[in-house]
């Protein structure tokens, strides 16, 4: 079949590396893609977010299936705009998104679904969200109640730092309009994973679980950035803890989707917090995540394109997933001085020493192609994914690909999968 991925960054790059294994895929288009996706796939030079233009393309080059990345086109109805028109396109539906787009939807869902959450308050004037935050005092995370790339989350152990984050989102409106509306949440102490899952609305199954580094400093300091790293799989979330994350999380957020008349389809993404009280949600998202997506697919086994047709068609009954048993880690390469600010344009060299190699994948998050020369384009540059046989090889084969590539300003962590071997020695 004719696929077409949507979007250009590592998540899509890991998407499109996995479609190019696919024995079902012919011709493989990306939009935009970027210079690494452009080794494996046709890039097609439209915006993830130009509904008419893909939808064109969609219908001209008989595209079988489209698989949307990000978030923002799914938050537009590009889905809905494409299955309207006929064309078979995996993710959810524009009601359905708002999982992810609008946090105070989720929390509600949540609530009357028993969804185990951290509680929280919602609030559209800074002068009852700072009251608030005096009577119930810190710590407390202070959230934009919108989309603001995985960044309008900031975790407050004062109450003077949440005063002055509500200051920033509503009154200076950091996050432009995304900080019109902001949750007040409950800080929720213990460990993170992500439990991404496939579902056609009816069947769900869980994606191997994993593990994102959001902040972006060594030991989980500093400010929250899109992800500095991931591994799969993630020993903390054993056979016993999925098990709970599907039945107290995963099932009962797919039929309330349903039963509120806004089925969900696509992959459903819940970001966890592992408490002493069993595993409470953080954020569902409406996507793969990224750069967990860099780590999941590696270790998956099935023809990628065959699940995402399964997935549109209500059909998820008839697949079962196979994983690869090794580990991967993927290190990001960022752009000094990111979440904040940073130069691009850098040239980037070694790309060619890890091309072709069975065990460490360079996947391109933000390049772009300069005179015929591989530079950085933005934050979270590219993400080095390394498999091992275990947690402990998949990070030293990282670390040791990480120091293949070399750009001015290169910054990554050097603590990637650390929590796992923690578990695992
Ligand atoms: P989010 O964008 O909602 O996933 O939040 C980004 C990051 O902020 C999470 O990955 C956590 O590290 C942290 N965070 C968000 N909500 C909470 C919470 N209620 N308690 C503790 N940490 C949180
Ligand atoms: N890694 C976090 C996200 O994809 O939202």
């Known amino acids: 079949m004719n696929v077409l991925v949507i979007g250009g960054g590592g998540r899509e790059h890991a998407l499109v590396w996995a479609l190019r294994r696919a024995p079902s895929v012919q011709t493989l288009y990306a939009a ?24 064109a393309f969609a219908a001209d080059h008989r595209v079988d299936l489209t698989i949307v990345g990000p978030e923002a086109p799914l938050a537009a109805g590009l889905v809905d705009r494409f299955t309207a028109l006929g064309l078979r396109a995996f993710g959810p539906s524009r009601a359905a998104a708002e999982i992810e787009t609008s946090k105070a939807f989720a929390k509600a869902l949540m609530k009357t679904t028993g969804i185990p959450t951290a509680d929280y308050q919602s609030f559209t004037s800074p002068d009852e969200a700072t009251a608030y935050v005096r009577r119930h005092g810190a710590p407390v995370v202070v959230k934009a109640d919108g989309l603001a790339a995985g960044k309008g989350v900031v975790v407050c152990r004062q109450v003077d730092d949440a005063i002055r984050t509500i200051q920033q989102m509503m009154v200076e409106q950091v996050f432009g309009a995304a900080g019109t509306r902001i949750v007040v949440e409950d800080y929720l102490a213990g460990e993170e994973a992500s439990v991404l899952a496939l579902t056609d609305g009816e069947t769900v199954i ?10 972006v400093f060594d030991g989980d300091r500093g400010p929250n950035t899109g992800g500095m790293g991931a591994y799969a799989p993630v020993p903390v979330v054993d056979e016993r803890c999925l098990d709970e994350i599907m039945a107290r999380i995963l099932v009962p957020a797919v039929r309330a989707m349903a039963a509120q008349g806004r089925p969900y389809r696509g992959v459903l993404y819940a970001g966890l917090m592992l408490t002493a009280d069993g595993p409470k949600v953080i954020e569902f998202n409406c996507r793969f995540g990224d750069p967990e997506t860099q780590v999941i697919v590696p270790l998956l086994k099935n023809d990628l394109a065959d699940i995402a047709v399964a997935v549109c068609e209500g059909d998820l009954s008839r697949v079962s997933l196979d994983w690869h048993s090794s580990a991967a880690v993927c290190v990001v390469l960022a752009s000094g001085g990111y979440p904040g600010k940073y130069e691009t344009s850098k040239p980037i060299s070694g790309l060619d020493r890890l091309a072709g190699l069975d065990d460490v994948i360079v996947f391109h998050a933000d390049t772009a192609l300069k005179d ?16 091992g046989r275990d947690i402990r090889a998949a990070i030293s084969r990282a670390y040791e690909a990480v120091d293949q590539v070399a750009f001015e300003g290169k910054y990554f962590r050097r603590d990637i999968g650390q929590k796992a071997l923690a578990r695992v020695s």
């Open 206 to 215: 869980p994606l191997i679980p994993s593990q994102d580094h959001k902040q």
């Open 32 to 55: 935009p893609g970027n210079p690494g996706i452009a080794q494996s796939a046709e890039c097609v030079p439209l915006k993830a977010t130009d509904m008419d233009g893909l939808a």
């Open 372 to 387: 015929g020369q591989v530079v950085t384009d933005g934050g979270r540059v590219v993400g080095v994914t390394a498999l």
